[in-house]
């Protein structure tokens, strides 16, 4: 039995390495002071700074109204949109002992210390994977400033499980990570996120290695969210019948144009370059993605592979389960409309591209083209932090949430037992007992 092992076991090994060393304590403590920056840059950007006095959408028509009105246990078993959210109904729970006034701010700080966390996560799981710390900085950083994350998804709970997916990724990936809290996080990722279950065949293989707590407890998460699924409702978003055509543009506009230009910047280049605009990104993109499978190990190639794989897959599956019109890349705004889909498999494409330019050798070609593409990819992020310095369009500007505590509070003074809370996005609000409003 030990002997049939042995060889799935070294392939694991292969595919599935072990960092040289753990992380030092100066290591540890560069990563508490990216940790405090990635939250001051999300919450302090001028779309930041609006989320500390709006909510968004789900987090309090859904989120915040049940964490009122019922039990705990109640609501971390209650599935939303045919899947569960435990770790925005657990916020939820919380914010809701605190003050009413600090719901908004209370909601957009959780999810600015979970998307850090997802950015720290990968950073050190990268190690075994990327050689070169610049090189994993600038892949973490891309969770933070990647170009469509800090709009539609930026600083809620509502959306967090787009990053929570690919911190569950590279959780996975990370062999010597502490092993209960790493375990605890890819299990409350699990029963997040509906798309976990693309990254089942990585805690499958992991089960073949030591330190098993991190994969079972990603399995056991994923079979609670399944069971839920099974047995949960969901609501399509349209009958709209599906053209293959219109899904195929939309997600190459989706993924490799949005991850160089984000999504606002689609609506400018897409009318007036047409698909040339396509061509050219997936070209900066495949360079380094066939580099690396030519000179990257066999972790670095299967790595590749599996993140082109999962880009693929998530931005066809977001648009094929939730196909409508509007998706189509002739409406108005081009990709704007659930721009949330790009999220997670332009992480993963840039993972691929990553593993590319760390693997390819600085020689004669090399460095004239991957080395140019180490450049550009630097530019990215540079150029995503400092348009998000200045990008007025993602900063909310309806209606304040301590606005709309005072008006709720007033209808409560003129006798009313029920009080409506008003939020981003228009026209979206729920309704507490005034009570709840202290």
């Not at 092992?5 to 292969?14: D, I, W, Y």
């Not at 009958?239 to 219109?246: A, G, K, L, T, Y």
């Not at 209808?411 to 202290?438: I, N, Q, Y």
Request: with cysteine; net charge neutral; aromatic share 12%.
């Amino acid at each position: 039995m030990t002997a049939t092992l042995e060889r799935p076991k070294a392939l694991a090994e292969s595919v599935l390495p072990l960092p040289a060393e753990p992380p030092h304590e100066r290591a540890w403590l560069g990563m508490a002071f990216a940790f405090l920056g990635s939250m001051l840059f999300l919450l302090l950007i001028p779309a930041g700074w609006a989320r500390l006095d709006h909510l968004w959408a789900e987090d309090g028509a859904r989120f915040m109204v049940d964490a009122v009105r019922f039990p705990t246990l109640q609501n971390l078993i209650e599935p939303y949109g045919g899947y569960l959210h435990t770790v925005p109904r657990l916020v939820a729970e919380v914010i809701a002992l605190l003050p009413i006034e600090w719901t908004a701010a209370g909601f957009a700080v959780a999810a600015a210390m979970l998307r850090a966390l997802v950015a720290l996560i990968t950073f050190a799981g990268s190690k075994a994977y990327l050689k070169s710390t610049p090189m994993r900085f600038a892949l973490a950083a891309l969770v933070i400033v990647l170009p469509a994350g800090n709009s539609e998804t930026l600083n809620n709970m509502s959306n967090l499980h787009w990053f929570l997916l690919f911190g569950a990724f590279w959780a996975l990936l990370w062999r010597n990570a502490p092993r209960w809290p790493v375990a605890l996080f890819v299990f409350l990722a699990a029963v997040t996120s509906p798309l976990v279950f693309v990254l089942a065949p990585i805690a499958l293989v992991r089960l073949f290695l030591a330190r098993k707590e991190v994969p079972i407890a990603f399995l056991a998460g994923l079979v609670v969210q399944a069971i839920a699924m099974i047995f949960a409702t969901r609501t399509p978003y349209s009958h709209d019948e599906i053209d293959p055509v219109q899904v195929l543009l939309a997600s190459l506009l989706r993924v490799p144009v949005v991850a160089f230009t984000g999504s606002e910047r689609v609506a400018d280049f897409y009318p007036a370059q047409g698909n040339a605009l396509i061509l050219v990104t997936l070209l900066i993109a495949a360079v380094p993605i066939v580099a690396g499978l030519w000179f990257g190990d066999r972790a670095g190639r299967t790595l590749a592979v599996v993140a082109v794989a999962y880009s693929v897959i998530v931005i066809v599956a977001c648009l094929v389960l939730n196909w409508t019109h509007v998706l189509q890349v002739q409406a108005p705004e081009v990709v704007m409309a659930a721009q949330r889909y790009s999220i997670a498999p332009c992480l993963f494409l840039f993972t691929a591209i990553f593993v590319g330019l760390d693997a390819t050798p600085s020689v004669i070609w090399g460095r004239a083209v991957v080395g140019g593409s180490r450049y550009l990819i630097g530019i990215i992020v540079i150029v995503s932090f400092f348009w998000y310095l200045q990008e007025r369009g993602p900063v909310l500007k309806g209606v304040p949430w301590d606005e709309s505590v005072a008006k709720a509070r007033a209808e409560c003074s003129a006798g009313a037992p029920e009080a409506r809370l008003e939020h981003e996005p228009k026209d979206w609000f729920f309704v507490v007992p005034c009570r709840s409003l202290g």
